[in-house]
Nanobody, 120 residues
């Protein structure tokens, strides 16, 4: 499975962006899909995940970000963006079952990342 994330860019604080992640080699609907991000000088962190139609969110984005999916893509709608949301955002696929959706090591495939920059 090869994942391709896109949709990043430069946006002012308070603005919105929608990221999308697509896969070659198969549909995404059967996988747990996650979004992680890595800010400069920081470790990669969990942002959101979707298992079937249930969404899971980091506290820092709850109420502002929404994860969704169709058969071929996963989306991350980001509203009310803040400068601290600036990071490279990665999508990831969890192929093997795990009860955890927020742990990096539980994901098997990763996309290349897309940069989100939020200006103040």
């Amino acid at each position: 499975v090869q994942l391709q994330a896109c949709g990043g860019g430069l946006v002012q604080a308070g603005g919105s962006l929608r990221l999308s992640c697509s896969a070659s080699g198969g549909a995404l609907s059967r996988y747990v899909m996650g979004w992680f991000r890595q800010a400069p000088g920081k470790e990669r962190e969990f942002v959101a995940a979707i298992r079937w139609s249930s969404g899971y969110y980091a506290d820092s984005v709850k109420g502002r970000f929404t994860i969704s999916r169709d058969n071929t893509k996963v989306y991350l709608q980001m509203n009310s963006l803040k400068p601290e949301d600036t990071a490279v955002y990665y999508c990831a696929a969890q192929v093997r079952y795990s009860p955890d959706v927020d742990k990096m090591f539980e994901y098997d495939y990763w996309g290349q990342g897309t940069l989100v920059t939020v200006s103040s």
